[in-house]
């Protein structure tokens, strides 16, 4: 039961986007499409839950024996930037479309969202080992419902008649202020 508490508080509750604002740039970035919003979504999802072991076992194993536990921020963003450029070479030779669909924001794949999740969220709560991949499962997967769902709304107002001063841009930012005041209802959930 506290694994399902802690996922909905992750994923829906304390959501990454849309209630703690993290991660903005790849959300507004790569949601003009499904399909490209659901690859960074993964691509998301890959690098948080597998960063979040690797540097919990680092931190544990590592950093808090040896008594530096200073360098933490330091090896998580080496953890984080290694696991999104092998994400990053794997999905270039796997999907080049993919790949070249998602173009410059692959690489922010390395961005606050996960650190967040990774640093702050789990270490300094210090979660255990399921705890944190519970928590990096459940705040990953958030974000990719949110950017997929998005993506569905923004390709929707593609096609609907809006006045031409609130086209682009201006319709997206407020369909997400829209989406974020929606996420705000979870908030009494657990």
């Known amino acids: 039961m506290e694994y399902i ?12 986007v849309l209630v703690r604002v993290l991660g903005v740039c ?3 970035g790569v949601s003009r499409k499904i399909e490209s919003a659901f690859g960074m ?3 998301i999802v890959f690098v948080t839950v597998l960063g979040a072991a690797a540097c919990n ?6 950093l808090a024996p040896m008594e530096i536990e200073y360098l933490s921020l330091i090896v998580f963003i080496l953890i984080v930037a290694s696991l999104t450029k092998g994400l990053e070479i794997f999905i270039r030779k796997a999907n080049q479309s993919l790949y070249s669909t998602l173009g410059s924001f692959l690489p922010i794949t390395t961005n606050c969202a996960i650190v967040a999740v990774i640093f702050v969220l789990n270490r300094s709560i210090h979660y255990s080992f399921l705890n944190a991949i519970v928590n990096a499962l459940g705040a990953s997967l958030g974000f990719l419902a949110v950017i997929v769902i998005f993506a569905g709304i923004r390709e929707r107002l593609e096609r609907c008649d809006i006045p031409k001063s609130f086209q682009g841009f201006p319709i997206g930012m ?3 202020g829209l989406m974020s005041m929606a996420f705000l209802g979870f908030v009494g959930l657990v």
């Not at 508490?5 to 990454?16: D, P, R, T």
């Not at 076992?57 to 590592?62: C, D, E, S």
Request: proline share 4%; hydrophobic share 70%; no cysteine.
């Open 5 to 16: 508490a802690l996922f909905i508080y992750a994923s829906l509750v304390n959501n990454l």
């Open 26 to 28: 790849p959300f507004l």
């Open 41 to 43: 979504g993964l691509a």
């Open 57 to 62: 076992l680092a931190y544990r194993f590592i």
């Open 174 to 176: 407020i369909a997400a």
